[in-house]
């Protein structure tokens, strides 16, 4: 999967707790980006970083925040995960603006 | 909201008919791409149209875009069980550094 490796695979969560997401690259991409996944809503951009440090919100950003001091990282955290939270997240990375996407496997989690 | 909008939700044909799938985008762009995800995994690409280009191909796939009506479909010809997926079309904006999908089509093949 063109090197992209998601962290963790599978997590269940307490409502209130933070959680942290890993997106781990390693093809030197400058562009990386989070989305979200829920049945009737396809992919929605929650953040997205096109360089270390630079990184802007997407279209459903409230409630997460990221964070990129390397290139081959993206950091996805919930401050204090909610039940609407609960969804598959998934990591993409992009050598350019406009460029193909690649995607990681994905992130399953719940918050109960 | 999202700017790419497929049409139809879900498509069910038999295997060896062809299938076409809309996208629909609301600002100007630079390129359109076409995804397709499996159950359960990852999306992959399948190609890109710059947006001064009208049409192009890729094996048993057709992309036309019309930027005059933001719009764009996918023809997949001679369908087998295994094109049986989720397909996706992403815009970037114009110009924005982002890569918006729309909701998707979800496409059966039938044996």
Same mark, same amino acid.
Request: proline fraction near 2%.
């Given at each position: 999967?063109?090197?992209?490796?998601?962290?963790?695979?599978?997590?269940?969560?307490?409502?209130?707790?933070?959680?942290?997401?890993?997106?781990?690259?390693?093809?030197?991409?400058?562009?990386?980006?989070?989305?979200?996944?829920?049945?009737?809503?396809?992919?929605?951009?929650?953040?997205?970083?096109?360089?270390?440090?630079?990184?802007?919100?997407?279209?459903?950003?409230?409630?997460?925040?990221?964070?990129?001091?390397?290139?081959?990282?993206?950091?996805?955290?919930?401050?204090?995960?909610?039940?609407?939270?609960?969804?598959?997240?998934?990591?993409?990375?992009?050598?350019?603006?406009?460029?193909?996407?690649?995607?990681?496997?994905?992130?399953?989690?719940?918050?109960? | 909201?999202?700017?790419?909008?497929?049409?139809?939700?879900?498509?069910?044909?038999?295997?060896?008919?062809?299938?076409?799938?809309?996208?629909?985008?609301?600002?100007?762009?630079?390129?359109?791409?076409?995804?397709?995800?499996?159950?359960?995994?990852?999306? !992959?690409?399948?190609?890109?149209?710059?947006?001064?280009?009208?049409?192009?191909?890729?094996?048993?796939?057709? !992309?036309?875009?019309?930027?005059?009506?933001?719009?764009?479909?996918?023809?997949?010809?001679?369908?087998?069980?295994?094109?049986?997926?989720?397909?996706?079309?992403?815009?970037?904006?114009?110009?924005?550094?982002?890569? !918006?999908?729309?909701?998707?089509?979800?496409?059966?093949?039938?044996?």
């Amino acid at each position: 999967d063109a090197g992209i490796t998601q962290s963790p695979r599978h997590k269940v969560t307490e409502t209130g707790t933070p959680v942290t997401l890993r997106c781990h690259q390693t093809e030197n991409h400058r562009y990386m980006y989070w989305y979200r996944q829920d049945p009737g809503h396809g992919l929605r951009l929650i953040h997205y970083s096109y360089g270390v440090k630079d990184t802007d919100k997407g279209e459903v950003s409230d409630g997460y925040s990221v964070s990129r001091s390397k290139t081959e990282d993206f950091l996805l955290t919930l401050e204090s995960a909610t039940s609407s939270q609960t969804s598959v997240y998934f990591c993409a990375i992009s050598v350019g603006q406009g460029s193909e996407a690649f995607f990681g496997q994905g992130t399953r989690l719940t918050v109960v | 909201s999202q700017q790419g909008e497929e049409d139809p939700q879900a498509l069910s044909i038999q295997e060896g008919e062809n299938a076409t799938m809309n996208c629909s985008y609301k600002t100007s762009i630079n390129n359109l791409q076409w995804y397709r995800q499996n159950s359960g995994r990852g999306l !992959v690409h399948l190609i890109l149209i710059r947006s001064n280009e009208r049409e192009k191909h890729s094996g048993r796939l057709r !992309v036309t875009l019309d930027t005059s009506k933001k719009s764009s479909s996918l023809l997949i010809t001679a369908s087998r069980a295994a094109d049986t997926a989720s397909y996706f079309c992403a815009t970037d904006g114009g110009g924005a550094q982002k890569l !918006v999908f729309g909701q998707g089509t979800r496409l059966t093949i039938n044996p």
